[in-house]
């Protein structure tokens, strides 16, 4: 569901995308991220054609810093080198707030 961003360059390219792309910041060691695992997936195939990506938190703490991610997860959408929204850990508990928050950027 998720393609894995492994690189720097990775990220940049991902975000310089027309379409706006879905990006979540995890980690492995979160529980609130294996919780919100369970329902994002149901959650985002009720949008069309998104571009999803995961970016693990620890591995780059550069770029988390650099985009404001203070907790994990955090869901972010990009286009055009530009963040359009950030929906920060304490707002994505469930799978209405993710919903809520997609809806702002992606089609049903």
Known sequence: MFEKLLSEAQFKETISQDQPVFIKFYADWC???KRMDMFIGEVLSEFQVISTYSIDKDQF??????????????????????KLGHLHS???KTPD??????EQFFNH
Not at 62 to 71: H, K, L, P, R, S
Not at 97 to 102: K, S
């Open 61 to 82: 703490e550069e770029i988390a810093n650099q985009q404001e991610v203070m907790g994990i997860p955090s869901l972010l959408v990009f286009q055009n080198d530009r």
């Open 31 to 33: 529980p609130d991220c």
């Open 90 to 92: 304490a707002n994505a």
């Open 97 to 102: 707030q993710a919903r809520a928050f997609l």
